[in-house]
């Protein structure tokens, strides 16, 4: 059996992620504070001592990942740098440092958003981390010769708008969104940007 490094295996998206992978992978969950390794992305030492404990692994699929969400002026610079460090950079530790354990062939997914492409007030941070990972993925395919890397960009899940108390009407079903992380880790292809249709 195939081997899944799952982190955020406790989200709205990453707890389908973990239910649809199940059934043909053995998946390995990482958090924070629960799950089979607790890790803060954002911590070299502790990602490469995860990935020594793990050892080879066929796939990893980040879904995880701080960013401020907030007006223009409700940013500090601080802020900037959190989400900076968390969400980008704690997904491009995940593959730089992975990518020494994984076995050939292995896929990485990492997790954006649709605020990339299309920004809305609010999401000014999250934008900016997204497009900055799919620019990160982009260029990674061409030099990960024996592996691949592709990005999920996620919209609103339903169940995320139905906690928010938000008009869930446009929301995406959260297991739609897993299927995506499934077929960017097995389609074979690198480089790629998902979108739920």
């Given at each position: 059996m195939k081997k899944a490094i799952l982190v955020?295996?406790?989200?709205?998206?990453?707890?389908?992620?973990?239910?649809?992978?199940?059934?043909?992978?053995?998946?390995?969950?990482?958090?924070?504070?629960?799950?089979?390794?607790?890790?803060?992305?954002?911590d070299v030492n502790a990602v490469e001592n995860m990935?020594?404990?793990i050892g080879a692994f066929d796939a990893l699929i980040t879904t995880s990942g701080y960013g401020k969400w907030g007006s223009i002026d409700e940013h500090s610079?601080?802020?900037?740098?959190?989400?900076l460090n968390s969400k980008?950079?704690?997904?491009v530790n995940m593959v730089m440092i992975g990518r020494k354990y994984a076995n050939e062939g292995a896929s990485f997914v990492v997790s954006t958003g649709i605020l990339a492409q299309y920004p809305v007030e609010g999401g000014l941070s999250l934008g900016m981390i997204n497009a900055g990972l799919e620019a990160f993925?982009?260029?990674?395919?061409?030099?990960?010769?024996?592996?691949?890397?592709?990005?999920?960009?996620?919209?609103?899940?339903?169940?995320?708008?139905?906690?928010?108390?938000?008009?869930s009407s446009t929301?995406?079903?959260?297991?739609?969104?897993?299927?995506l992380y499934k077929e960017a880790i097995?389609?074979?292809?690198?480089?790629?940007?998902?979108h739920a249709s």
């Amino acid at each position: 059996m195939k081997k899944a490094i799952l982190v955020g295996s406790t989200g709205v998206i990453g707890s389908k992620v973990k239910e649809l992978l199940s059934a043909e992978y053995e998946v390995i969950t990482v958090n924070r504070t629960s799950g089979d390794y607790q890790v803060d992305m954002a911590d070299v030492n502790a990602v490469e001592n995860m990935f020594k404990e793990i050892g080879a692994f066929d796939a990893l699929i980040t879904t995880s990942g701080y960013g401020k969400w907030g007006s223009i002026d409700e940013h500090s610079i601080q802020d900037f740098h959190d989400g900076l460090n968390s969400k980008l950079m704690g997904q491009v530790n995940m593959v730089m440092i992975g990518r020494k354990y994984a076995n050939e062939g292995a896929s990485f997914v990492v997790s954006t958003g649709i605020l990339a492409q299309y920004p809305v007030e609010g999401g000014l941070s999250l934008g900016m981390i997204n497009a900055g990972l799919e620019a990160f993925v982009r260029g990674a395919a061409l030099e990960m010769k024996n592996m691949t890397i592709n990005a999920v960009s996620p919209s609103f899940a339903k169940e995320t708008m139905e906690l928010m108390g938000m008009d869930s009407s446009t929301g995406v079903p959260a297991i739609e969104f897993a299927k995506l992380y499934k077929e960017a880790i097995e389609s074979g292809k690198s480089g790629e940007i998902y979108h739920a249709s």
